[in-house]
């Protein structure tokens, strides 16, 4: 190691006289364990929650009560020598008064929590909200001075490797109506035939085989060519909706030539009788398979269409928003008079056509944009998700009255909650018990056939741990004394959704599902407990935290082999070490950019390797941290 850093020190002196960009080792110190990316106030740090909301806003109300020096101070920060640069780095990762959200460095017996992790209550609320990249970057908490090199081919996540190397299960796609062909997937399954390219021949033109399906995970189905029975040796991964897939007949319809693979092609000397007897009653695509897939990747909402969608900093109120790009029947909007953007499913029950909260007297921001550019249009109400007509004439939901609620600040957890404003149609205004603004503006909408609200006692009765208010403190929590002591009533049991659907989930199924505490990523994720109707999503290589609890009819699951069906960028599981040191060297000198490679702008630098499940992250000139999602590699160049 030692023989290493010479060597690069030595490269650094020789190019600091015959290249203008210079390379330095980093500095750093372990009492500022926190990237140095633009300070600002505690009270001006950004918040998000998890649908990428509250960014700029806090919902809570107490103030932290632990202050730190280093965090408002602008002293430059202190070189270390190279040689202790793995030493320092360690101590940093590790140090035990470090808050593990924001960095802050406090005495450890001021913080927060029993585990005395957080600098504050808003910290230790935000941290699961919060999403992968910014948890990354406060665990990493290395300071950086560069500006950055990098040259990496962006890689796609191999779905056959991982689930032949860990036997794993795909969730069929009949389970996601919301898909394409969800709805018309039938009966495909093992022992399926189709005709597929010969990827086993010598032949310069295109010829065809037939081949069975011997696992299906997904869209994706594990092939085997006709003849080689049990040998495995040639079986591939494909997904059964690319245009490549054809039933069999497609060959003899289309004068395309059915060859064997040159592997057994003297197996059988009659390959036409062969093919008779093993296809005779055997099962393949309907004809028109492909006709559908097609008519299913057709998605009615269009760019510039206008929608109301959730407030990003204010989770009480809608706004107006344009679609901006659709993919596979997902929304990137951005909203009217700011360039910021919000990912959604067309079927979301976040946005709404424009006038749904005027008519159920759902807050709104109203936009000062006067009239509507060339090619805007306002998307037409049946393009929108339908809820449950309800009455609300009888015994209904009253403010004031308590249940248990999926914090949309922290998925993976159920907590008391309270209902604070009866709507219109059937929607709610819910608050959780404990941490809500005082203004009301944290306070969030659910209609009453919601599957993330329930009546209380469901987490008891389904043996699922019950978040208590924040601060309260006689544990373990009982349902029966909080009404008391709060002088309130349980909503009535019956007003609650209680259809199961045949789901058809099992656990330990493998699916592609959005993490909505950052709503741009869908990554690869796991079902870990089925209760009721209710999944727990694991994102595959990251801790439990991270974990939520979603509706087994929600928009953001997805089978294995959508985001490839669809072009969407799918996220990698994490390492199962998140990071694993290993200091690199970059030498570089030509500054190019192809479709497959990203640029490199400097000729030295000292590098740092590691698995970080597709994130790239990186300092500018000003000190600006950049989190770019890019492929399973990262490399934090250090300059």
């Given at each position: 190691m030692n023989d290493s850093l010479a060597l690069h020190q030595n490269l650094a002196q020789h190019y600091r006289l015959t290249h203008p960009l210079t390379v330095q080792l980093v500095s750093f110190t372990p009492s500022l364990c926190s990237f140095q990316a633009e300070r600002t106030p505690r009270s001006e740090r950004k918040r998000q929650d998890s649908?990428?909301?509250?960014?700029?806003?806090?919902?809570?109300?107490?103030?932290?009560?632990?202050?730190?020096?280093?965090?408002?101070?602008?002293?430059?920060?202190?070189?270390?020598?190279?040689?202790?640069f793995l030493e320092m780095f360690m101590c940093c990762l590790c140090s035990p008064a470090t808050c593990e959200m924001c960095g802050m460095v406090g005495v450890r017996d001021a913080f927060y929590s029993k585990t005395k992790r957080f600098c504050s209550v808003s910290c230790s609320r935000s941290y699961s909200s919060n999403s992968k990249k910014a948890s990354i970057m406060a665990r990493l908490q290395v300071t950086m001075i560069c500006p950055i090199i990098f040259l990496v081919p962006v890689e796609c996540f191999d779905w056959g490797r991982y689930i032949c190397s860990n036997n794993l299960v795909g969730a069929p796609v009949s389970c996601f109506k919301h898909v394409p062909m969800g709805t018309c997937?039938?009966?495909?399954?093992?022992?399926?035939?189709?005709?597929?390219?010969?990827?086993?021949?010598?032949?310069?033109?295109?010829?065809?085989?037939?081949?069975?399906?011997?696992?299906?995970?997904?869209?994706?189905?594990?092939?085997?060519?006709?003849?080689?029975?049990?040998?495995?040796?040639?079986?591939?991964?494909?997904n059964l909706c690319?245009?490549?897939?054809?039933?069999?007949?497609?060959?003899?319809?289309?004068?395309?030539?059915?060859?064997?693979?040159?592997?057994?092609q003297n197996k059988y000397s009659n390959w036409k009788a062969f093919l008779v007897k093993r296809l005779t009653g055997a099962k393949t695509l309907p004809p028109d398979f492909a006709a559908k897939v097609h008519e299913n990747m057709q998605f009615p909402f269009k760019k510039l269409m206008r929608v109301e969608v959730v407030d990003k900093t204010h989770l009480c109120r809608t706004r107006v928003a344009l679609v901006e790009q659709v993919i596979g029947g997902r929304l990137?909007?951005?909203?009217?008079?700011?360039?910021?953007?919000?990912?959604?499913?067309?079927?979301?029950?976040?946005?709404?056509?424009?006038?749904?909260?005027?008519?159920?007297?759902?807050?709104f921001k109203r936009s000062d944009v006067s009239k509507k550019i060339d090619g805007q249009m306002d998307a037409p109400a049946l393009l929108f998700a339908k809820v449950k007509d309800v009455d609300q004439s009888g015994e209904w939901f009253k403010d004031g009255m308590k249940l248990e609620a999926i914090d949309p600040l922290n998925l993976s957890a159920i907590c008391v909650a309270t209902v604070r404003k009866v709507l219109a149609d059937?929607?709610?205004?819910?608050?959780?018990?404990?941490?809500?603004?005082?203004?009301?503006?944290?306070?969030?909408?659910?209609?009453?056939?919601?599957?993330?609200?329930?009546?209380?006692?469901?987490?008891?009765?389904?043996?699922?741990?019950?978040?208590?208010?924040?601060?309260?403190?006689?544990?373990?929590?009982?349902?029966?004394?909080?009404?008391?002591?709060?002088?309130?009533?349980?909503?009535?049991?019956?007003?609650?959704?209680?259809?199961?659907?045949?789901?058809?989930?099992?656990?330990?199924?493998?699916?592609?599902?959005?993490?909505?505490?950052?709503?741009?990523?869908?990554?690869?994720?796991?079902?870990?407990?089925?209760?009721?109707?209710?999944?727990?999503?694991?994102?595959?290589?990251?801790?439990?935290?991270?974990?939520?609890?979603?509706?087994?009819?929600?928009?953001?699951?997805?089978?294995?082999?959508?985001?490839?069906?669809?072009?969407?960028?799918?996220?990698p599981p994490a390492a199962q070490s998140e990071i694993n040191l290993n200091i690199t060297f970059v030498l570089a000198f030509d500054c190019y950019m192809s479709d497959s490679l990203f640029v490199l702008f400097s000729p030295l630098a000292l590098g740092y390797q590691g698995n970080l499940g597709g994130l790239w992250l990186f300092l500018l000139n000003d000190n600006q941290l950049i989190v770019v999602t890019l492929s399973q590699r990262i490399y934090m160049i250090l300059r």
């Open positions: 649908f990428g909301m509250f960014d700029g806003y806090d919902s809570c109300s107490e103030e932290s009560t632990s202050s730190s020096s280093s965090e408002d101070s602008e002293d430059e920060v202190p070189s270390i020598p190279a040689s202790l997937w039938g009966d495909l399954a093992e022992g399926v035939r189709v005709e597929v390219l010969n990827s086993d021949t010598n032949l310069s033109t295109k010829v065809y085989w037939i081949a069975g399906i011997v696992k299906l995970a997904g869209f994706k189905a594990l092939l085997r060519y006709e003849g080689f029975d049990n040998d495995t040796s040639r079986d591939f991964w494909c690319v245009p490549e897939i054809h039933p069999v007949g497609w060959c003899a319809s289309s004068g395309k030539p059915l060859v064997p693979p040159k592997s057994i990137r909007l951005v909203y009217e008079e700011s360039s910021d953007d919000f990912w959604c499913h067309m079927y979301s029950p976040l946005i709404h056509a424009i006038g749904w909260s005027r008519s159920i007297g759902h807050r059937g929607f709610l205004m819910i608050a959780i018990d404990g941490s809500e603004a005082a203004d009301g503006s944290d306070w969030f909408c659910y209609h009453s056939t919601s599957p993330s609200i329930f009546p209380a006692g469901f987490c008891g009765i389904n043996n699922i741990e019950l978040t208590p208010p924040r601060g309260y403190t006689k544990l373990p929590f009982k349902w029966f004394d909080y009404l008391r002591e709060t002088s309130s009533i349980a909503a009535p049991v019956k007003l609650f959704n209680k259809d199961v659907p045949n789901h058809g989930f099992r656990q330990g199924m493998k699916l592609e599902a959005v993490d909505l505490m950052d709503p741009r990523l869908v990554c690869v994720a796991t079902v870990t407990r089925i209760v009721h109707r209710l999944l727990r999503i694991h994102f595959d290589g990251w801790e439990d935290e991270y974990d939520q609890w979603v509706d087994c009819q929600s928009p953001d699951l997805y089978p294995v082999g959508w985001c490839q069906l669809t072009g969407y960028q799918l996220q």
